[in-house]
Nanobody, 123 residues
C-alpha cells in the first residue's frame, strides 16, 4: 500500500520555526521526486518546494525562498521541510506528494499524496 504520511505541523508564533516530515512507503522512493504543496481555506493549492530523485536538486516558491529548506534521506524514505521565519500567510494545510519529477507544473502530475498536516502561524 502506498503511503505518504506528513507530521510536524502545529501552532507557532510568527518568526518561529517548524520542521515537517514526510514518511514514504509502498513505492520505489528513489524513483520519485517529492514535493510539498499547501492549501489555505478558500485558496488554490500552492506548490511550495520540490526535491528531485537524482541529484537532490531543489526548487522553491518565491514566497518561501530563503526561509524554507527541503531535504531528503533516501536511506530512510523520508523528506524534511525546514520552515524558518514563519509568517501568518504560511498558515495552511501542508501536503507532501510524489511526482515523477520536479518542474514548474509538478502539481499537475503527482501520483501519490498524503493527508496533510496543519500549520498555523499566529501573528
Amino acid at each position: 500500500e502506498v503511503q505518504l504520511v506528513e507530521s510536524g505541523g502545529g501552532l507557532v508564533q510568527a518568526g518561529g520555526s517548524l520542521r515537517l516530515s514526510c514518511a514514504a512507503s509502498g513505492f520505489t522512493f528513489d524513483d520519485y521526486a517529492i514535493g510539498w504543496f499547501r492549501q489555505a481555506p478558500g485558496k488554490e493549492r500552492e506548490a511550495v518546494s520540490c526535491i528531485s530523485s537524482g541529484d537532490g536538486s531543489t526548487s522553491y516558491a518565491d514566497s518561501v525562498k530563503g526561509r524554507f529548506t527541503l531535504s531528503r534521506d533516501n536511506a530512510k524514505n523520508m523528506v524534511y521541510l525546514q520552515m524558518n521565519s514563519l509568517k501568518f500567510e504560511d498558515t495552511a494545510v501542508y501536503y507532501c506528494a510524489a511526482p515523477p519529477r520536479c518542474g514548474s507544473n509538478w502539481l499537475d502530475w503527482y501520483d501519490y499524496w498524503g493527508t496533510g498536516t496543519q500549520v498555523t502561524v499566529s501573528s
